[in-house]
């Protein structure tokens, strides 16, 4: 099993302050790309809305999520053992697993996925950032 990212909250007071820590990188990323798309000031007090930048804060903080990768026997033998309810997406006869656990939640979101493992690892963070963190958040 090989382990990937930042945050890995235990309690959801830990996920909160995660996720307030990225708040300043969300802002300087939107600033910088309005910049570097020759954003003038009228168009970027238009188009940069607190729910660009909120956007940008989720997107980072779903980024940073620790996963756990492994095939799908290392999975099934933790997925046993977990004491907590797990929402698996995609497909049962393929090899590979990703998955992150929050336990703050008693719940974990996976993702299978043959050979594509950066692009089952962007999905299985979004999926768990919506369905895990965003509504306590």
Do not use: K
Not at 55 to 81: M, N, Q
């Amino acid at each position: 099993m090989e382990t990937e990212g930042v945050f890995d909250p235990e309690t959801l007071a830990a996920a909160r302050e995660a996720y307030e820590s990225v708040g300043p990188a969300a802002r300087t990323a939107v600033r910088e790309t309005a910049t570097a798309m020759d954003f003038g000031r009228e168009e970027y007090e238009n188009r940069v809305t607190s729910a660009v930048v909120e956007t940008a804060r989720d997107a980072i903080f779903a980024s940073l999520l620790v996963v756990r990768v492994a095939d799908r026997a290392t999975f099934d033998s933790w997925r046993s053992d977990a004491d907590v309810d797990v929402t698996v997406l995609g497909s049962p006869d393929v090899d590979r697993v990703v998955w992150h656990v929050a336990p703050f939640a008693d719940a974990a979101v996976a993702a299978t996925f043959q050979a594509e493992r950066e692009a089952a690892v962007a999905t299985l963070r979004r999926q768990a950032f919506g369905r895990l963190y965003r509504d306590r958040l």
